[in-house]
């Protein structure tokens, strides 16, 4: 499984350098990142902790390309993206990132390999080896006997281990998590984290992790935290 889905890309798969960001609320400027630089290697889980507000998600939403910093640099496995245009910036997305939320958004009316399936299809992979690979990845994450049920039919913790399915097919280089056991209840959220970080171990995939969870972020090889818009290890 492992062969079938890790990417083997050398390069970093993401590098921040001296990434900054402010937002304007009203007649004040709010400084949220402030140079902020990190690097993860192939296969590396590095969960990321702070109090609310302090600029997680945002620094997740620019490791994402889903916000464009102020001032900095984002690198994609090699590939400097400040000079991409809007249609490039969502083809490098699409093939080199993946997302979990803390809401697991499954699409509703498909199956749970349907919702694993369909990325892979809009990444123009052909539907019999998108069915393979979320064949594959059921199986790893216990979904199995599941694979036919909708998001409805499914518990919580089931649904986050589809979505976290469902965010490895495409192969990312780099897995970017924004609480995605937050809305579960302890036990839960235990099973799905394991399930999390087997996943990411066996397709080697690079991981940042926003979770309030210490107790989880321990398991992970590094923690970053953020404060006053500075990442500290």
């Known amino acids: 499984m492992a062969d079938c889905i890790a990417p083997s890309d050398t390069a970093p798969p993401l590098i921040l350098n001296g990434i900054s960001k402010a937002f304007q609320q009203g007649d004040r400027k709010v400084n949220v990142l402030n140079d902020v ?6 296969g590396e889980l590095v969960a990321l902790v702070g109090p609310s507000g302090s600029g997680k998600t ?13 001032t900095g640099q984002v690198t994609i496995n090699g590939k400097a993206t400040h000079r991409l245009n809007d249609r490039e910036i969502s083809a490098l997305r699409r093939k080199s990132l993946g997302f979990v939320f803390q809401f697991h958004r499954l699409l509703p009316e498909f199956s749970a390999v349907e919702n694993i399936v369909i990325p892979q299809i809009m990444n123009r992979l052909s539907r019999t080896i998108a069915e393979e690979r979320a064949d594959q990845l059921l199986e790893m994450i216990g979904l199995s006997d599941r694979r036919g049920h909708r998001p409805g039919q ?9 979505a976290i399915a469902r ?3 495409n192969v990312p280089a780099v897995l970017l998590a ?12 235990a099973d799905v984290f394991q399930h999390l970080v087997a996943v990411l171990r066996s397709t080697q995939t690079a991981a940042l992790i926003v979770t309030h969870n210490l107790e989880l ?3 992970m090889d590094r923690v970053l935290t953020i404060r006053n818009g500075e990442l500290v290890e």
């Open 58 to 70: 945002t620094l997740l939403n620019i490791a994402g390309l889903l916000e464009r910093p102020d």
């Open 154 to 162: 499914l518990s919580g913790g089931e649904q986050q281990r589809v």
């Open 217 to 219: 972020a321990k398991s």
């Open 178 to 189: 924004d609480e995605p056991t937050g809305n579960l209840d302890p036990e839960t959220a």
């Open 37 to 42: 630089s990190l690097s993860l290697q192939k």
């Open 167 to 169: 965010a490895v097919a």
